[in-house]
């Protein structure tokens, strides 16, 4: 990635940092810009000094980078610009969009898959190593998906306990009282019954 392939995408024509004027930026409206170096010498793979984001370019412009207010990284590229000389070897491109900062954090990790780090102005050494870490965390596929869902039935299938079965009482099985044996009086009385009824009929 360079100023080159940034134009192509279509950033604007640099210009020189030491002549810009009022005019010649977006006064208000978010937009994601690019410092880069336009000496002949010095430069490695790139040109792109830094890459950054703002819904203000000229307050950040005139009243961060060339007057050096601001936070840390504002002040370190003003002191860039002004104490370094870069002012006389450095131009800013932009482009607007209406998220910058999701094009911003974009730019930056497809510049650190191309170039192995961040723009030279751009960040912290920790804001660095975050943006590495992002570029270089592979996108899941198909086969990784299942491969994360298999441990995770494994750990379900782990926390669910199989409930014992309650054990089952016997039925208690109810034998009918038995028949008490007719006595000896009993049976003759039933036996003597009959022949009495029949006397009777007869006579």
């Known amino acids: 990635m360079n100023s080159s392939s940034l134009k192509q995408s279509g950033f604007s024509q640099p210009l020189a940092l030491k002549s810009i004027t009022f005019s010649s930026l977006p006064f208000n409206g978010g937009?994601?810009?690019?410092?880069?170096?336009?000496?002949?010498?010095?430069?490695?793979?790139?040109?792109?000094?830094?890459?950054?984001?703002?819904?203000?370019p000229t307050r950040r412009i005139f009243g961060g980078y060339l007057s050096g207010y601001?936070?840390?990284?504002?002040?370190?590229?003003?002191?860039?610009?002004?104490?370094?000389g870069y002012i006389e070897?450095?131009?800013?491109?932009?482009?607007s969009s209406d998220k910058p900062k999701a094009m911003q954090s974009e730019l930056l990790e497809k510049f650190v898959q191309?170039?192995?780090?961040?723009?030279?102005?751009?960040?912290s050494k920790k804001k660095q190593a975050k943006i590495k870490k992002a570029a270089k965390k592979p996108k899941p596929?198909?086969?990784?998906?299942?491969?994360?869902?298999?441990?995770?039935?494994?750990?379900?299938?782990?926390?669910?306990?199989?409930?014992?079965?309650?054990?089952?009482?016997?039925?208690?099985?109810?034998t009918p009282p038995k028949q008490s044996e007719p006595t000896a009086q009993q049976s003759a009385a039933s036996s003597a019954h009959p022949s009495s009824e029949l006397n009777h009929k007869t006579a």
């Open 89 to 95: 070897k450095t131009a800013i491109s932009w482009m």
């Open 141 to 174: 596929t198909a086969q990784t998906a299942k491969k994360a869902e298999k441990p995770a039935a494994a750990k379900i299938a782990t926390r669910v306990k199989p409930t014992p079965a309650k054990p089952t009482t016997p039925t208690k099985v109810t």
């Open 114 to 123: 191309e170039h192995g780090q961040v723009p030279l102005w751009n960040a």
């Open 70 to 84: 601001g936070g840390k990284n504002t002040k370190r590229i003003s002191s860039n610009l002004l104490n370094e």
């Open 31 to 56: 937009c994601v810009f690019a410092i880069v170096d336009t000496s002949p010498t010095g430069k490695e793979s790139t040109d792109i000094l830094y890459i950054g984001r703002s819904k203000k």
